[in-house]
Structure formats: C-alpha cells, structure tokens
C-alpha cells in the first residue's frame, strides 16, 4: 500500500506561482510513475504532468509554466507551478503508478485569482 499526501496550495494571484509537495509513505524506486492530475469543478479530471522512467510529460495548456521533478531520497514528488492563470484553478492531486497499481492523494486546492 502507498498513501499519497498533498501540500503547498492555496489562493494566489495570475501571475503568481506555488509550488506543490506530494509525500510518498515508502521509498518510491519501485515507483516508475508519478504525476499530477488536476480537477476543476464540473470538469473532468485530467493529467498535468508525469513522470515515468526518468522521462517528463506536460499537458499542452501548462507546458513552459509547470515543472514536475522527483526528490527519490526522501520520496517527494513536486510540482512547481509559474506563471499561474485563472484556468489553472483546480483540485490538484498526486498519482503514482506502481505497474498497474495506481495510487492517489486527497488533493490540495489550488486558485487562482484574476
């Protein structure tokens, strides 16, 4: 079992920028994918970013803004944020991929005013 826990949201400004944190519970080397989905409301949810192998992947709507990276020591995965925009507003949540075993946080809030 792995639990995933969100953290670094919150109310900024466009423009702005934040970072998100997702605590992984156990060593994520057996972990060859995580990534970030995003939900906003009324909308489905859809992927942000990921990364799988060593190989990074951005929705096109936040390509050049966002930055995915992976901390292996301390099994965080991060999600830096730029250049918000009010569409940006979301529930964003960490996923990880344990081949075939998918996993995901509560979600942290994310808005972004105009």
């Known amino acids: 079992q792995v639990h995933l826990v969100e953290s670094g949201g919150g109310l900024v400004q466009a423009g702005g920028s934040l970072r998100l944190s997702c605590a992984i519970s156990r060593s994520t080397f057996s972990i060859p994918t995580v990534g970030w989905y995003r939900q906003a409301p009324g909308k489905q949810r859809e992927p942000v970013a990921n990364i799988s192998a060593g190989v990074t992947t951005y929705a096109d709507s936040v390509k050049g803004r966002f930055t995915i990276s992976r901390d292996y020591d301390n099994n965080v995965v991060y999600l830096q944020m730029d250049t918000l925009k009010p569409e940006d507003t979301a529930v964003y949540l960490c996923?990880?991929?344990?081949?075939?075993?998918?996993?995901w946080g509560q979600g942290t809030q994310v808005t972004v005013s105009s």
């Open positions: 996923n990880a991929d344990e081949s075939g075993w998918v996993y």
